[in-house]
């Protein structure tokens, strides 16, 4: 069974700086592609960021473009998501997932872990 465990939320002022990190295990396990998404109350899960697993290539949404980064340590599986210069519109459950080899679609899923950015 693959598990995902994010970890580095917390409460941040605005303008400050938070890392956030994913680990995915589990037998066999191996990704086309991980990302962040994040999500608030009563809206639809967004897509923060994303990096492929081979190559290394970014994509991110244009709320976060510039301010944060999406990097990836190949042994082991972790994923990182430095946020900087951060707005309490970053407010949210960020959620980490990945797309399985051979997946569709994002597959995998972290439980989330809450960042709180107060002004």
């Known amino acids: 069974q693959v598990h995902l465990v994010e970890s580095g939320g917390g409460l941040v002022q605005d303008g400050d700086s938070l890392r956030l990190s994913c680990a995915a295990s589990g037998p066999r396990f191996s990704t086309y592609a991980m990302a962040w998404f994040r999500q608030t109350p009563g809206k639809e899960r967004e897509f923060v960021a994303s990096?492929?697993?081979?190559?290394?290539?970014?994509y991110y949404a244009d709320s976060v473009k510039g301010r944060f980064t999406i990097s990836r340590e190949r042994a082991g599986y972790v994923v990182n998501l430095q946020m900087n210069s951060l707005r309490p519109e970053d407010t949210a459950t960020y959620y980490c997932?990945?797309?399985?080899?051979?997946?569709?679609?994002?597959?995998?899923w972290g439980r989330g872990t809450l960042v709180t950015v107060s002004s």
């Open positions: 997932a990945a797309q399985g080899i051979g997946a569709q679609s994002y597959n995998y």
């Open positions: 990096i492929r697993w081979s190559g290394g290539s970014t």
